[in-house]
């Protein structure tokens, strides 16, 4: 008897069992949260890139507020090699965008600054994961924080 079920699957995944339903929401997910970066910039870069890292980091806390269930299994569920893979090309791929952004919407081009993106990706990912632990719609503190150093982080 097939599957069926009241969630979105990605196309994937299929017989899926508790594991692999998680497992195949949070790829969805990844996929939705890719898109965010572009939708932040959707309505043209803001002056100033400072300016940007601050939108950028509301939408995903956004995100996270309107998709609870991404944020409870992708911090507290087994983490398959499979996920972990995906997160690193998606962190790459957000990485790449921001650096893409920053290069040719505001001309930087501090050396390194490629891995600087890289690195904000992933320290910011882990600061939303902190802002959002025990407060379901984020921690105001740890989330001004995140964009502060994030902004510092990569000198804009």
């Not at 509301?58 to 269930?69: H, I």
């Amino acid at each position: 008897m097939p599957f069926e079920s009241t969630y979105w699957l990605p196309p994937y995944c299929v017989q899926p069992s508790t594991q692999t339903t998680t497992a195949c929401g949070l790829l969805g997910w990844l996929d939705d949260f890719a898109g965010i970066l572009d939708r932040a910039g959707s309505g043209g870069i803001p002056a100033r890139p400072g300016l940007l890292i601050e939108q950028i980091v509301d939408a995903y806390a956004e995100f996270f507020r309107r998709e609870p269930g991404f944020r409870n299994a992708f911090y507290h569920a087994q983490r398959s090699r499979e996920l972990e893979e995906a997160q690193r090309r998606n962190d790459a791929g957000l990485a790449a965008r921001l650096h893409d952004v920053l290069r040719t919407g505001y001309g930087l081009q501090a050396a390194g600054l490629e891995t600087r993106c890289l690195i904000a990706v992933q320290v910011g990912d882990h600061l939303l994961g902190l802002a959002f632990r025990d407060k379901a719609g984020g921690d105001r503190t740890v989330l001004d924080e995140t964009k502060r150093l994030l902004r510092l982080y990569l000198g804009v």
